[in-house]
């Protein structure tokens, strides 16, 4: 799978200066039915031209983690903290992560009252953005937070010493997915998290599966955000964000590792045992952040949450 | 809302409250303890502002810092034909925020006075321009207050929501940065430092600790602006009649030396702020009872001439004003204020005033509230009003950082605060 989560957030801050509707019918590239094939080849989507793998660099031979993001992301490790910085699109984007978990847990989501009892998993977790946040609300049982960067996770573990109310809240594993054993029933997360790393996996449907392990059974929740494939995206966080803007550090993103809502509702559709998707599209406006607009997940920029029900 | 937020539980680990509890919270008289005590929340200064501010944020770990026994504070109380002579104009908007917070029942209502008209009118000139408010604010413009009555409610609302460790009788020797220990780093954290030996580790510090605010110093955060050269008097002053306390109108006149105010308390009382030089200060406060009562009267009433030449004369104002009183055209009460028969004891004081305006009300785990922040001229009554929507600002800036699990003492949950209040503050600020 990928590398360091947090990082590529950084990326697709500046994707939405587009209004939605001139984008919708006009995405240049078709895009298969999730091929369910396990085939090493590469994505969701099969006009996707693969790029050569060096998995050398990591143990788990059947990792999704692409050495290409890996050293990407290790190399943005200093930056990873700093409000100003390249991951900056990444701290504005996180309440609102909070925000979606709210929405899709509605009546389920504990009462502050209630005390400690929700139990996060977060995967790709970077600098730990997300994860340190998570494991501060008082709803918040405990944080495992894995990434395969160890140099990430140096940042990550330094910085969370700067909160003393973080410790036997969260803690840091240097794992990829396919390496982090899987607990039994009574001991998976109610939230397993995964945002802005789908992009970034080599095999995300394998990846999406051996994720869909680690969700408690009968109510635990798949929450994750990333890219369209849209030709708006293309421009936007490769062209205008990498390259013009700056905004977000070159070569964060690959356009071809996108992936639409489409093929995610396909996926755990087929897959089944999963709720009908909750899915929220986001976009950045320059000077205001992060804004919440309705269809722009076709566009850019999405959330996507699904129920396990079985 | 707070009561619902107090309920949530506390940022800080049990391991931490565990080992702050198991400290005292005072009597460091001698040795001070090497781990500071760990708070979400120190504020400095038990002010209006700073009281505000613990309240509506009472569901984290919290702790104030004041320099006054609070338990005399808590005690104030004077008869009712006594009034202290620091008041403050409090909007309906300030007074509807105090509701919410639920101190408003504390204050002695019989002890604040609502106005409903005000008449300014220019000392050279006589051009005059008449304020009243709309029905829809119950006719309110504003509510006169003392200022310790206000404090005195604040501080019942803390004592009945409990929760936030109070230090007070205590100054504030230094603050400094924490250390890094096995267990935490606490470098980038400040720590106050106490008199009595405590030590107070902020994830946000407030400093709500006036105008020389020892915590923006400690930011190193700069606060501009200048002296006016002028100073304000006050004193509570008795007048020989009243409207009815359902009407009650205050009264400006602008002298050229800085205008002259006498804002309505219950009853025949009145509260005077009058802005001059230092000089006319100084040689108000040196008057008798008698003689000052005839120069507030004369600074509504005579030409700004006779006023510069009384200022001259160390006695005899009643006779002057008497006399140049019957050559001199004013208009009668309503229109300007009823006579002023008598000041009451130990009430005339002055003070400089100053205008400063901080460059950022916040840094990396600091924010400032109030005159930290900003210090204004008192003319148009803003000073405490600015505070309580500091205050009002930073308590929703803090719960969304709180439920979004932010860390609420960092730059990217304070700026929505600094944004709100600093951005667009300095159109109102630069008056001269």
Not at chain 1, 18 to 34: D, E, I, N, Q, Y
Not at chain 1, 188 to 197: A, G, H, M
Not at chain 2, 341 to 365: I, N
């Amino acid at each position: 799978m990928r590398a360091t989560g947090q990082a590529q957030r950084a990326l697709r801050a500046a994707r939405p200066f587009f209004s939605s509707k001139s984008a919708a019918g006009v995405l240049p590239l078709t895009t298969s039915s999730l091929p369910l094939s396990p085939s090493p080849a590469p994505t969701l989507s099969q006009s996707t031209p693969s790029k050569p793998r060096l998995h050398s660099t990591f143990p788990a031979s059947s990792s999704s983690v692409n050495a290409t993001e890996l050293s990407h992301f290790s190399s943005l490790a200093s930056s990873w903290w700093d409000p100003h910085g390249p991951s900056r699109p990444l701290h504005q984007m996180n309440p609102l992560r909070h925000d979606f978990i709210r929405l899709c847990l509605g009546p389920s989501y504990p009462s502050p009252s209630s005390g400690p009892t929700l139990r996060y998993l977060d995967v790709g977790c970077g600098g730990g953005i997300f994860a340190e946040s998570a494991a501060r609300l008082p709803t918040t049982r405990e944080v495992t937070a894995i990434d395969p960067s160890e140099t990430i996770l140096e940042v990550a573990r330094q910085h969370m010493r700067g909160d003393p109310g973080l410790k036997g809240k969260l803690r840091y594993l240097n794992r990829s997915i396919e390496t982090l054993e899987v607990p039994g029933d009574k001991d998976k997360y109610d939230v397993v998290s995964l945002f802005e790393v789908l992009e970034h996996v080599d095999h995300p449907k394998e990846f999406l599966r051996r994720l869909s392990q680690f969700v408690r059974p009968d109510g635990g929740w798949l929450v994750m955000s990333t890219i369209a494939r849209t030709w708006i995206s293309w421009i936007v966080t490769n062209v205008v964000a990498e390259d013009i803007l700056g905004v977000v550090p070159k070569g964060t993103h690959d356009w071809n590792k996108y992936v639409n809502v489409e093929e995610l509702r396909e996926l755990f559709k087929s897959e089944g045992g999963w709720s009908e998707p909750r899915v929220m599209g986001v976009v950045y406006v320059p000077g205001c952040g992060w804004k919440v607009v309705e269809g722009s997940e076709k566009i850019g920029n999405y959330f996507f949450g699904v129920q396990r029900l079985d | 809302m707070d009561k619902l937020l107090r309920r949530r539980g506390t940022y800080v680990c049990r391991s931490c409250i565990q080992s702050f509890q198991r400290q005292p919270r005072r009597g460091y008289a001698t040795a001070a303890p090497s781990q500071p005590d760990i708070f979400d929340v120190v504020c400095v200064g038990g002010g209006p502002a700073g009281l505000s501010a613990n309240p509506v944020t009472a569901h984290l770990r919290m702790a104030l810092v004041e320099a006054q026994d609070l338990s005399k504070l808590r005690a104030w109380k004077l008869p009712p034909d006594r009034y202290s002579n620091r008041c403050s104009s409090l909007t309906p908007a300030s007074a509807s925020f105090l509701d919410r917070i639920g101190a408003w029942k504390h204050i002695d209502r019989d002890r604040v006075q609502p106005y409903h008209e005000m008449q300014v009118w220019d000392g050279v000139s006589g051009a005059r321009i008449e304020f009243d408010s709309p029905p829809t604010n119950g006719g309110t413009i504003a509510y006169m207050i003392e200022n310790l009555n206000l404090i005195s409610g604040l501080l019942k609302r803390l004592d009945e929501l409990g929760g936030v460790a109070m230090y007070d009788s205590s100054r504030v020797e230094h603050i400094t940065y924490g250390e890094e220990t096995e267990e935490v780093d606490l470098r980038q954290w400040p720590v106050v430092h106490l008199s009595s030996g405590a030590q107070l580790a902020a994830r946000l510090l407030v400093g709500a600790d006036g105008a020389n605010s020892p915590v923006r110093t400690f930011a190193g955060i700069q606060a501009r602006g200048w002296d006016y050269d002028r100073h304000g008097v006050v004193a509570t002053l008795q007048l020989s009649e009243s409207t009815p306390n359902t009407f009650k109108t205050a009264y400006q006149r602008f002298l050229p030396t800085g205008p002259v105010a006498l804002l309505p308390l219950p009853g025949p009382y009145a509260s005077l702020v009058w802005s001059t030089t230092p000089q006319n200060a100084a040689h108000l406060k040196s008057l008798s009872s008698e003689d000052f009562v005839a120069m507030v009267n004369a600074a509504f009433r005579l030409s700004p001439v006779d006023l510069a030449y009384l200022h001259t004369i160390p006695s005899n104002h009643v006779d002057e004003l008497t006399w140049r009183s019957q050559h001199t055209p004013f208009p009668s009460p309503p229109t300007i204020p009823y006579p002023v028969t008598a000041v009451q004891p130990q009430t005339v004081a002055s003070f400089p005033l100053r205008l400063r305006h901080a460059d950022s009300y916040t840094a990396h785990r600091i924010a400032l509230l109030g005159d930290a922040a900003h210090t204004v001229h008192p003319l148009a009554g803003q000073g405490l009003n600015q505070g309580q929507g500091d205050v009002q600002a930073l308590a929703g800036t803090v719960a969304e950082a709180v439920q979004h699990g932010m860390d609420l003492g960092v730059i990217g949950a304070l700026q929505d605060y600094n944004g709100k209040r600093f951005m667009g503050r300095d159109g109102g600020l630069w008056s001269r």
